[in-house]
């Protein structure tokens, strides 16, 4: 199954294309972006020390822990025992995709806040209940799905917080949507992968078009599971070109401000 939606970036303007849009996938590690706008929008503060920890309250009781096999960070395991500004692990779970900051982030907020971070971009299909590796809530059917319409309208949602888009640029995985773009292209996206499903969501801002939104969801055998030498990221990485060939036809002009990176001013 493939999911496309390709959108102008600002206001209320419609999708310009739209394949699959509501077809559910898994949400895989795109559910990160709603995890990291409850956050910053809960009041925290980002330079609290928190504790590095690996155990997690399930959604159904009990409690599970992320395996280091399965991540593709390893900063935050080098850091169990310790404390670290939260911060750090924010960006951590976006820039490098790290499933364990992701829970200890998901920890210093509320699935209901995750929930209303959803519910205020728009989306009317998507939904991520549960943490990551919560295999007990997978057992019981609590499942993290997202269509391609409502990546979109979540990325849409951080169209005021700059600080967010901003970090959402420093991603580390440019193997899929952005590497369908010239190399001097800016953007702003989170994609996700697991065995059976790759997916991702941008923001593309260049010099001569105005900018744009593209989310990219495929769900079949082509997808293996693996960061960077993902068959099914080099599907995206078509499709991602295919939409930039063709970017003089998605979009008014819209001013858009330079997103600025997460981090503290010291």
């Given at each position: 199954?493939?999911?496309?939606?390709?959108?102008?970036?600002?206001?209320d303007?419609?999708?310009?294309?739209?394949?699959?849009?509501?077809?559910?996938?898994?949400?895989?590690?795109?559910?990160?972006?709603?995890?990291?706008?409850?956050?910053?929008?809960?009041?925290?503060?980002?330079?609290?020390?928190?504790?590095?920890?690996?155990?997690?309250?399930?959604?159904?009781?009990?409690?599970?822990?992320?395996?280091?096999?399965?991540?593709?960070?390893?900063?935050?395991?080098?850091?169990?025992?310790?404390?670290?500004?939260?911060?750090?692990?924010?960006?951590?779970?976006?820039?490098?995709?790290?499933?364990?900051?992701?829970?200890?982030?998901?920890?210093?907020?509320?699935?209901?806040?995750?929930?209303?971070?959803?519910?205020?971009?728009?989306?009317?299909?998507?939904?991520?209940?549960?943490?990551?590796?919560?295999?007990?809530?997978?057992?019981?059917?609590?499942?993290n799905?997202?269509?391609?319409?409502?990546?979109v309208?979540?990325?849409?949602?951080?169209?005021?917080?700059?600080?967010?888009?901003?970090?959402?640029?420093?991603?580390?995985?440019?193997?899929?949507?952005?590497?369908?773009?010239?190399?001097?292209?800016?953007?702003?996206?989170?994609?996700?992968?697991?065995?059976?499903?790759?997916?991702?969501?941008?923001?593309?801002?260049?010099?001569?078009?105005?900018?744009?939104?593209?989310?990219?969801?495929?769900?079949?055998?082509?997808?293996?599971?693996?960061?960077?030498?993902?068959?099914?990221?080099?599907?995206?990485?078509?499709?991602?070109?295919?939409?930039?060939?063709?970017?003089?036809?998605?979009?008014?002009?819209?001013?858009?401000?330079?997103?600025?990176?997460?981090?503290?001013?010291?």
């Open positions: 199954m493939l999911s496309v939606v390709v959108a102008p970036w600002m206001g303007s419609k999708p310009v294309f739209l394949h699959n849009p509501d077809e559910l996938h898994d949400a895989a590690s795109t559910m990160k972006v709603a995890v990291l706008a409850a956050l910053c929008r809960g009041g925290v503060s980002l330079d609290a020390e928190v504790p590095v920890v690996n155990r997690f309250e399930s959604v159904v009781g009990g409690e599970f822990g992320n395996d280091p096999d399965r991540d593709s960070d390893p900063l935050p395991w080098e850091l169990l025992g310790t404390h670290v500004p939260l911060r750090l692990l924010a960006e951590r779970m976006i820039t490098h995709s790290s499933n364990l900051a992701t829970n200890i982030c998901l920890a210093r907020t509320t699935q209901q806040a995750v929930a209303d971070v959803w519910r205020r971009a728009g989306a009317t299909h998507s939904a991520t209940p549960r943490g990551i590796e919560d295999y007990a809530a997978r057992a019981r059917g609590v499942h799905r997202v269509s391609a319409r409502d990546l309208r979540l990325l849409r949602s951080l169209a005021g917080e700059p600080e967010l888009l901003g970090l959402l640029e420093c991603n580390e995985f440019r193997v899929d949507l952005a590497a369908g773009l010239p190399s001097n292209t800016r953007i702003a996206f989170k994609n996700g992968w697991i065995p059976g499903t790759r997916l991702g969501v941008g923001l593309v801002q260049a010099a001569d078009c105005p900018p744009y939104l593209i989310a990219v969801c495929y769900t079949g055998p082509l997808a293996d599971g693996t960061d960077r030498t993902d068959p099914a990221a080099r599907l995206l990485a078509r499709i991602s070109k295919a939409v930039w060939d063709r970017r003089d036809q998605i979009s008014r002009p819209v001013p858009s401000a330079r997103p600025a990176p997460l981090r503290s001013a010291g």
